[in-house]
């Protein structure tokens, strides 16, 4: 397809607005030092605090990693996929420690495309997707994150063909996520497509099926210049899961709460669609004191002592 026209964007919305509303869909700045704005009495929604699992460093086991996932604050972890790890461990040490696999990441979208020219490579990547949903119905994860391609080439790789193709083969990835209870969770990244709310919103709702959400990425959209929070008000209910870190326009990425996002706004916007899902922190990998500075900082952002 071509860029979605104005009109044509409107239509779509509607009508997946429609369609989400009737299955339910689970909804699945500053220095943190200064005085922060008050957030909204509404941010008292459940939202849960969660790493990625590669930010904790060292070579401690899976159990005493998340051992200190825990005691540093968060309540879950997102691991990566394929990654090698024995899953059965992660089974236990989630079992034991209450810390929860909340997420998968389909890591190998970035190189192996669903965008890409050649089919061979297609295919490679709608099997690691399948490999992804398959790790998350192990660990009793609710969503495998996907980035659906990159616009690469004007001639071989442009929008419209990463639409069609993405869509494509991400629809062959339906059945077994459905089958898994898993959510298909799509996040714009700096990969120029989809680059406004509007685009992602169409985007979700051609595939007619509420498996396919959005993961949202609060700093990445800073790059494309429409306000995160506006983002989310659009999104709605398509709105899976939410990354938090930090970025300046002027300065690239920085700590959490330092950069350039207007947090209480975004969780002025997750309260008024009904979030109450996972926070993730997408940052660098550190130690104990690292990981309770990144907790303290996003407590900082909800307002929590």
Same mark, same amino acid.
């Given at each position: 397809?071509?860029? $979605?026209?104005?009109?044509? !964007?409107?239509?779509?919305?509607? /009508?997946?607005?429609?369609?989400? &509303? +009737?299955? =339910?869909?689970? #909804?699945?700045?500053?220095?943190?030092?200064?005085?922060?704005?008050?957030? $909204?009495?509404?941010?008292? !929604?459940?939202?849960?605090?969660? /790493?990625?699992?590669?930010?904790? &460093? +060292?070579? =401690?086991?899976? #159990?005493?990693?998340?051992?200190?996932?825990?005691?540093?604050?968060?309540?879950?972890?997102?691991?990566?996929?394929?990654?090698?790890?024995?899953?059965?461990?992660?089974?236990? &040490?989630?079992?034991?420690s209450?810390?929860?696999?909340?997420?998968?990441?389909?890591?190998?979208?970035?190189?192996?495309?669903?965008?890409?020219?050649?089919?061979?490579?297609?295919d490679?990547?709608?099997?690691?997707?399948?490999?992804?949903?398959?790790?998350?119905?192990?660990?009793?994860a609710?969503?495998?994150?996907?980035?659906?391609?990159a616009?690469r080439?004007?001639?071989?790789?442009?929008?419209?063909?990463?639409?069609?193709?993405?869509?494509?083969?991400?629809?062959?990835?339906?059945?077994?996520?459905?089958?898994?209870?898993?959510?298909?969770?799509?996040?714009?990244?700096?990969?120029d497509?989809?680059?406004?709310?509007?685009?992602?919103?169409?985007?979700?709702?051609?595939?007619?099926?509420?498996?396919?959400?959005?993961?949202?990425?609060?700093?990445?959209?800073?790059?494309?210049?429409?306000?995160?929070?506006?983002?989310?008000?659009?999104?709605?209910?398509?709105?899976?899961?939410?990354?938090?870190?930090?970025?300046?326009?002027?300065?690239?990425?920085?700590?959490?709460?330092?950069?350039?996002?207007?947090?209480?706004?975004?969780?002025?916007?997750?309260?008024?669609?009904?979030?109450?899902?996972?926070?993730?922190?997408?940052?660098?990998?550190?130690?104990?004191?690292?990981?309770?500075?990144?907790?303290?900082?996003?407590?900082?952002?909800?307002?929590?002592?």
């Amino acid at each position: 397809m071509s860029q $979605p026209t104005r009109r044509s !964007l409107l239509r779509t919305s509607l /009508v997946g607005a429609a369609l989400w &509303a +009737g299955v =339910g869909c689970a #909804r699945a700045g500053e220095d943190p030092a200064a005085p922060q704005k008050a957030a $909204p009495k509404t941010k008292a !929604l459940a939202l849960k605090k969660a /790493v990625k699992f590669s930010m904790v &460093a +060292g070579d =401690g086991s899976v #159990r005493e990693k998340f051992d200190l996932v825990k005691e540093c604050g968060f309540q879950g972890v997102e691991l990566d996929s394929p990654l090698e790890i024995d899953r059965a461990a992660v089974v236990e &040490a989630s079992r034991a420690s209450g810390v929860a696999v909340h997420g998968v990441i389909d890591s190998v979208h970035w190189q192996t495309r669903f965008s890409d020219p050649d089919i061979k490579v297609r295919d490679a990547a709608v099997q690691a997707l399948l490999g992804a949903i398959a790790d998350a119905k192990t660990y009793g994860a609710s969503t495998v994150l996907v980035v659906p391609g990159a616009v690469r080439d004007k001639d071989k790789e442009n929008f419209q063909q990463v639409w069609e193709r993405s869509q494509a083969e991400i629809k062959k990835a339906i059945p077994a996520a459905r089958d898994a209870g898993v959510k298909i969770a799509v996040e714009v990244v700096w990969n120029d497509f989809l680059t406004t709310p509007e685009q992602l919103v169409k985007y979700v709702d051609e595939f007619s099926d509420p498996v396919v959400g959005a993961y949202f990425d609060c700093s990445n959209m800073i790059k494309y210049g429409v306000a995160p929070a506006e983002w989310i008000r659009k999104l709605g209910p398509r709105l899976l899961k939410v990354d938090f870190k930090g970025v300046r326009k002027a300065k690239g990425w920085v700590p959490i709460g330092e950069g350039d996002e207007d947090w209480p706004a975004v969780l002025a916007a997750l309260s008024e669609v009904g979030y109450t899902g996972w926070l993730t922190a997408e940052v660098e990998a550190g130690g104990r004191d690292h990981l309770r500075d990144v907790a303290r900082r996003m407590d900082a952002i909800l307002q929590r002592p």
